[in-house]
């Protein structure tokens, strides 16, 4: 039964725009452990040994228990039978963001352009010099460039990003030395490839996989020697950072727009909610106050 509360549970979630993969996968675990003990409701007790066992860091035990409370609570609303665990909550925080240079991207770039060549595919240093230059130049997150398909790339320079991280679909406009860029990439890409229609395929002319994308991105930043003597290397999704953070030091010089600007930078990026773009703010610490205040002035209004 807890197994088929765990398909109710995610499936109403999900209808309400959670992806919810992990979690998924872990209540489903956690229903199976609690029914091989015999459990027919959420146990405390079950719930923290359940957790203790599977977690590798005190972070990871946190996130299951968590998980199991907000499912608990859900089941608790219908059968009081049901416990709720209980997890002590830390704050949220987030690594601090490496930004790249404009030398050390021409670099990545160019170790990227250098990359040993793999049988039976010699694409893999085009593939990444396009990854690594359009994610830089779009702020795309690495799993919505990685999804693209042939059809998603439109005309006039356009890429129609679908269903992403809060199942929202947008336009992504490029810049022409970008369309250009890939138009020639595109091009390498038909003589090598096989049916597959993503846009960045593995050597094996599969879907890349992020795990590829991500060991091959660090044999980049070592080729390139990029942050190699940081105890935290940087990741693909600084790429991301950068790029929003350059939006936002080019507002500086009209700041009239600026709150215009900060609004179009979130739709660009593909942010439920402005709020979530106020972190970039962190790498540019002058223009936070200014641009939240008003980014925060112009959507009161419009709301008004």
């Known amino acids: 039964m807890l197994i088929d509360d765990v398909d109710r549970y995610i499936e109403l979630r999900r209808s309400l725009g959670f992806k919810l993969a992990k979690t998924a996968r872990h209540l489903t675990a956690f229903a199976r452990y609690a029914v091989d003990r015999g459990d027919t409701h959420v146990r405390r007790e079950t719930a923290i040994a359940w957790a203790a066992a599977v977690s ?31 997890h002590p909550r830390s704050p949220a925080t987030r690594p601090a963001p490496y930004i790249y240079t404009p030398e050390e991207l021409a ?12 049988k039976p595919s010699p694409l893999r240093r085009h593939v990444y010099v396009m990854l690594v230059g359009l994610l830089a130049s779009t702020g795309l997150r690495i799993s919505e460039a990685l999804n693209l398909r042939l059809d998603d790339l439109l005309p006039d320079g356009v890429l129609h990003i679908r269903l992403t991280k809060f199942n929202k679909s947008r336009l992504v406009p490029m810049h022409p030395s970008v369309v ?3 138009r020639a990439y595109l091009a390498i890409r038909r003589r090598f490839a096989g049916m597959d229609d993503h846009v960045f395929l593995s050597v094996d002319a599969k879907p890349m996989s992020l ?26 999704h600084d790429l991301r950072h950068t790029f929003a953070t350059r ?18 930078l979130a739709t660009y990026l593909g942010h439920a ?4 773009t106020y972190w970039y703010l962190e790498a540019t610490p002058d223009l936070m106050a200014d641009i939240a205040g008003a980014a925060e002035a112009l959507i009161a209004g419009e709301v008004a």
């Open 56 to 86: 590798s860091t005190p972070r990871s035990h946190q996130r299951r228990l968590q998980e199991i409370a907000l499912f608990s609570r859900f089941l608790y609303a219908e059968d009081r039978e049901h416990e709720v665990p209980h």
């Open 107 to 118: 670099r990545m770039l160019d170790a990227a352009g250098n990359l040993r060549r793999q």
């Open 180 to 182: 250009e860029a890939l």
């Open 211 to 236: 795990r590829t994308a991500q060991s091959n991105f660090n044999v980049i930043l070592r080729k390139a020697d990029v942050g190699q003597n940081r105890s935290r290397r940087p990741r693909i």
């Open 247 to 264: 939006v936002l030091e080019q507002c500086a010089t009209r700041r009239d727009d600026v709150a215009r600007d900060f609004v179009a």
């Open 273 to 276: 909610d402005i709020r979530h």
